[in-house]
């Protein structure tokens, strides 16, 4: 819960800074990964610019090792639409979205017994990269979900390409 609180504070406090007015059309994806502790993410992002604003639409998976299944065992799809801010340096991006997601999967209730649910969220994601070039860059992606069945929080490695990211 920690995780989803320091990541909602991070959000609050990077956008109050601005961002130059962009009139190209920008756009990146981003595939990311993570495994720790019987935990698996993946996740898979298209951010764009419209006008001043970047827009994601992202699909994340996270869930726990199939080994170990158990009552309150969650298996997470999201999809999300968030817009958000971009910060950019000659080797260095940052950017940060917010917004609402649609959250579906699996929970467990026994051993061998599971319960599908579907909820409604708000998801927050914080992208840092490094850009080896224009086109393509490396970096982590924080990312968190607060919703009613269960709230959410975790940290990617990211590949990015794009159009002068």
């Given at each position: 819960?920690?995780?989803?609180?320091?990541?909602?504070?991070?959000?609050?406090?990077?956008?109050?800074?601005?961002?130059?007015?962009?009139?190209?059309?920008?756009?990146?994806?981003?595939?990311?990964?993570?495994?720790?502790?019987?935990?698996?993410?993946?996740?898979?992002?298209?951010?764009?610019?419209?006008?001043?604003?970047?827009?994601?639409?992202?699909?994340?998976?996270?869930?726990?090792?199939?080994?170990?299944?158990?009552?309150?065992?969650?298996?997470?799809?999201?999809?999300?639409?968030?817009?958000?801010?971009?910060?950019?340096?000659?080797?260095?991006?940052?950017?940060?979205?917010?917004?609402?997601?649609?959250?579906?999967?699996?929970?467990?209730?026994?051993i061998h017994q599971y319960?599908?649910?579907n909820a409604i969220g708000?998801?927050?994601?914080?992208?840092?990269?490094?850009?080896?070039?224009?086109?393509?860059?490396?970096?982590?992606?924080?990312?968190?979900?607060?919703?009613?069945?269960?709230?959410?929080?975790?940290?990617?490695?990211?590949?990015?390409?794009?159009?002068?990211?």
């Amino acid at each position: 819960m920690r995780k989803v609180y320091l990541l909602f504070l991070l959000l609050v406090a990077t956008t109050t800074f601005c961002q130059d007015r962009d009139s190209t059309y920008k756009y990146w994806m981003t595939f990311g990964f993570w495994w720790e502790n019987r935990e698996t993410t993946l996740n898979a992002d298209y951010n764009f610019s419209l006008g001043n604003y970047f827009y994601k639409v992202g699909y994340l998976r996270k869930e726990d090792d199939t080994f170990h299944a158990g009552p309150d065992k969650f298996f997470f799809n999201s999809i999300s639409f968030s817009i958000g801010k971009r910060f950019q340096s000659n080797w260095f991006e940052s950017s940060v979205f917010c917004g609402p997601s649609y959250l579906f999967g699996e929970k467990g209730i026994n051993i061998h017994q599971y319960k599908n649910f579907n909820a409604i969220g708000l998801e927050a994601e914080i992208q840092l990269l490094f850009r080896f070039a224009n086109e393509f860059g490396i970096g982590v992606g924080l990312h968190g979900n607060l919703n009613y069945r269960k709230n959410f929080g975790g940290i990617n490695i990211n590949l990015t390409l794009g159009n002068g990211i």
